[in-house]
């Protein structure tokens, strides 16, 4: 990854003056301060940041600048990120299993928030971690449909094991909290309110009084053009469940979106190399690059085609089938996108809401992957 010391227009000026070889993420700091706005303004609690989805150091500055105070993190390297970049910041170290040596380097680096899902890593934690203001939240995990695929195949205790581990914590002298993660790109409001629920559940069962409840990332951004999310009304939802279901003790909320709180911040740029036989079209990036979720959680509609010059194409869209830049017949879209009828060689999509998923999970593979950050002032046109 580069970065030019440019602040371009939009995308379409990104065409037309720098006509890319490689593919272009372009990045509008307004667009991500403006989400961390409407997160801190909406939701009922404290607004944390999950780095995975995007770890680019620009991105970590925005969201403190905008006022985020916290971070989930998941390995030593994540931890120092943020430390450098956000040395105030608070440190969830929300995966909840761990080396011991990843143990000690978070104790050194003061991260006071850890979550865990089993009692053989609870008690590596009990062996290591001071109880003086540490917090352990217990992650748990219902069979809950709603998102784009199922985060409780790898992480999260069953709604027994919770309780027990959340006695088990409060028991050690750890200030006892839940945690749970919906799935990502979560486009049903109503897991959020079973999960809720199902936390007030195991308080009762453990006997133990949660001091925060973690509602986990899982904030949809916008794929289909059909299909803006309602942020507000999921923040909503959780308000009124979580005191319908807590009453008097309602635990602290707190969120930790990845995908919902950047996607929308970077729109992709990537080059038709070849419409070949006028049928198939072959991009410079694909699912090795910064395509990967594609065939995972469906394509990204919101896309537009730019000549040369930036102009947009416009002609009646024909379906077409897109391939990635690499010779494995795996790199290619799901199903077929509708593209404008007078795209040629040449041209540039650019795809709208790429700020989750896509820059962390770049790869090299077949000699492609080689991608630019480039910032702009909006990601209109
Ligand atoms: C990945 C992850 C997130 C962010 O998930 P999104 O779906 O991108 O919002 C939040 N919390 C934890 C523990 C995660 O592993």
Known sequence: MGLSNTIWAN??????????????????????????????????????????????????????AAGVTGFDVASPWEIDLVRRLAPGAALHYH??????????????????????????????????????????????????????????????????????????????????????????QCTDPMAWDTYIRA???ICAEAGVKAHRLNVGGGFPSHRQQALAPALEDIFALIDRVATEAFGADRPILVCEPGRGMVAESFSLIARVKALRDEAHVFLNDGVYGNLTEMPQIGNIDRVSVH????????????????????????DRLPGELPLPGDLAEGDYLVFKGMGAYSTATNTRFNGFGQCEIETALSLVG
């Open 11 to 64: 995308p379409a000026e990104v065409i037309r003056l720098k006509r890319p070889d490689h593919p272009v993420l372009v990045f509008a700091p307004a667009a991500l301060q403006a989400t961390a706005r409407r997160f801190i303004k909406g939701f009922p609690g404290v607004v944390t940041y999950a780095v995975k989805s995007n770890p680019d150091e620009m991105v970590i500055q925005n969201l403190a």
């Open 95 to 184: 995966n909840p299993v761990r080396g011991r040596d990843e143990i000690a380097h978070a104790v050194a680096a003061g991260v006071k928030t850890w979550s865990v899902d089993s009692v053989s890593e609870l008690d590596k934690l009990i062996g290591m971690v001071p109880t003086d203001g540490c917090e352990i939240s217990v992650r748990f995990k219902l069979p809950v449909e709603g998102a784009a695929y199922n985060f409780g195949a790898k992480f999260g205790a069953t709604a027994d094991v919770a309780a027990l581990l959340l006695r088990r914590a409060a028991a050690a002298g750890y200030i006892p909290s839940l945690t749970f993660h919906p799935g990502t």
């Open 199 to 201: 936390a007030a559940t």
């Open 307 to 330: 000549a040369p010059d930036g102009r947009p194409r416009m002609a009646a869209p024909i379906r077409r089938v897109v391939f990635g830049p690499t010779c494995d017949s795996l």
